[in-house]
């Protein structure tokens, strides 16, 4: 089964405040962009991947997104993450409404495209199907085969929610790297264990990272 992901980012001036205790107010937005475009790499190279919708009002990410082979939904709802996801979700749907959506967080650095293929075929089994982060409270990916609505229910304690609704939580070993969202210096140290993307390197060589 091949998939479209979506991939939600928030205007990157707004994105990682958790990451102050790494990094500065005004390297962030640089940081939060290189974990996007490593992650949407990472994507578009996976053999289980059809093609990539990043779902965003920044100008700057949107050049640089689409630069590397992604379509840009503008976030018209600007609702919040869930909100966004639905939008996007309806947009990728009405050329073919039969596609297998995903949504994919955009924080996933390390991400590997063997890992994350294995993760889509076991998501393909299921309706609906989600990873919990390796937190094991969050979300970070959420898979809707075709027929099925994707029903996002992102954020703070999400694995409970997805849980909840109905689908069904991957037991997966091995794919660590499509677990490994970054929020905090802590989880861009485990990040940088498992090897992020040259795009994320190049940036966290620049910061000052107690412990790496």
Do not use: Y
């Not at 992650?39 to 990539?52: F, I, K, M």
């Amino acid at each position: 089964m091949q998939w479209t992901l979506v991939v939600p980012l928030k205007p990157l001036a707004r994105a990682k405040s958790r990451l102050s205790d790494a990094a500065g107010d005004g390297v962030r937005p640089g940081l939060a962009l290189a974990f996007a475009q490593d992650t949407v790499a990472a994507a578009l190279a996976c053999p289980a991947v059809r093609d990539v919708a990043v779902v965003t009002d920044d100008e700057l990410a949107g050049r640089e997104l689409g630069a590397l082979g992604a379509r840009i939904v503008p976030d018209a709802p600007r609702a919040g993450l869930n909100a966004a996801l639905r939008h996007a979700e309806g947009a990728v749907r009405t050329v073919r409404p039969e596609k297998a959506v995903a949504a994919l967080n955009a924080d996933l650095p390390a991400l590997r495209p063997g890992e994350l293929a294995r993760v889509l075929d076991a998501a393909a089994e299921f309706p609906r199907a989600f990873l919990a982060d390796a937190a094991a409270m969050g979300t970070t990916l959420l898979a809707a085969r075709p027929g099925a609505e994707l029903l996002p229910a992102f954020g703070t304690g999400s694995r409970a929610r997805h849980r909840a609704s109905g689908a069904e939580e991957l037991a997966l070993d091995a794919v660590d790297s499509v677990r490994q969202d970054v929020d905090t210096g802590s989880d861009l140290r485990a990040a940088l264990a498992l090897g992020v993307g040259p795009r994320t390197a190049a940036a966290a060589a620049r910061l000052l990272i107690p412990g790496q």
